[in-house]
């Protein structure tokens, strides 16, 4: 039972309305005081215990970021953008000759073929002089028109169900299909006709095209990886964290060949320096 201190007993009540001011009656006020703080200084410790208790538990558990940690709706936008983003990478074609001299703005297809279109006109130039060609002595067109005639020819053998079959250095064969085949022959046609109008010739690095599309697939599978995750699927996304399409899977870089000491002639008397 708890105590309040506005309230006196009848005990309390005798003993003040007969002997005022008496001692026994202080000493009991004092007592009935100390009793009314106990359970509330009781319930208030046990409080600050239990919270402190809390924080320690959850100040020890650890947090770690996942590739599930944005919501759905998000990780979808970004990897729609990423997706968007690395096709419009591969298929941008822009002739503005002021968008051709700005190499990031110029589609990776695109430059596949202007280098393409660079090679085509040194052959055409070539055929010309050779004797037993059938472009020799003639107008450039005729050249143009027959390396055209070579990209059709694989577009119709592709359409009947003839397809080629590509043997790499290492022996790897690799047959391929017949739109592949097809898209060959369209994309020679097209460097033809860039060759025929474009004025400036122009020689694209590969290996800068390499880097790009590397690059871009690489945050492309990263963002998809995201989306799986936001689903629940942290098995295949982790498993697709480990693909690498490009960075280690691609021939050894190209460097250029040792320059070759300038042969000797046996002929000539070789000089010693005068001391």
């Known amino acids: 039972m708890m105590y309040h201190p506005t309230e006196l007993d009848e005990d309390e009540r005798a003993l003040e309305q007969a002997l005022p001011g008496n001692d026994e009656l202080s000493r009991r006020r004092r007592k009935r005081r100390a009793k009314s703080w106990k359970f509330p200084l009781i319930v208030c410790s046990g409080s600050l215990l239990l919270g402190a208790v809390l924080i320690l538990i959850v100040g020890r558990t650890p947090q770690t970021a996942s590739l599930g940690d944005a919501p759905l709706s998000e990780t979808r936008k970004s990897y729609l953008e990423a997706r968007d983003h690395m096709v419009e990478l591969i298929t941008r074609y822009d002739r503005n000759p002021q968008v051709l001299n700005q190499n990031n703005k110029t589609g990776l297809i695109q430059k596949l073929i202007l280098n393409d279109a660079t090679r085509i006109a040194e ?12 472009a020799y002595r003639k107008h450039e067109s005729v050249g ?19 397809t080629p079959t590509l043997v790499w250095s290492d022996g790897t064969k690799e047959k391929l299909s017949p739109s592949q085949t097809m898209a060959l022959g369209l994309i ?39 989306y799986l995750a936001s689903q629940n699927l942290s098995d295949p996304a982790a498993e697709l964290q480990q693909v690498n399409e490009f960075q280690q899977q691609l021939a050894p870089p190209i460097t250029p060949p040792k320059q070759q000491p300038p042969p000797v002639n046996p002929k000539e008397p070789k000089t010693t320096p005068k001391p």
Request: proline content about 6%; aromatic content about 8%; cysteine-free.
């Open 144 to 162: 143009y028109f027959l390396a055209s005639t070579n990209g059709a020819k694989r577009i119709l053998r592709a359409a009947n169900g003839e």
């Open 188 to 226: 020679q046609m097209t460097a033809v006709v860039e060759a025929q109008t474009l004025p400036v010739r122009y020689n694209f690095s590969p290996a800068e095209l390499i880097t790009d599309l590397a690059t871009h697939q690489s945050e492309t599978r990263f963002n998809y990886a995201k």
């Open 123 to 134: 052959a055409v130039n070539q055929q010309r002089s050779e004797p037993k060609n059938p």
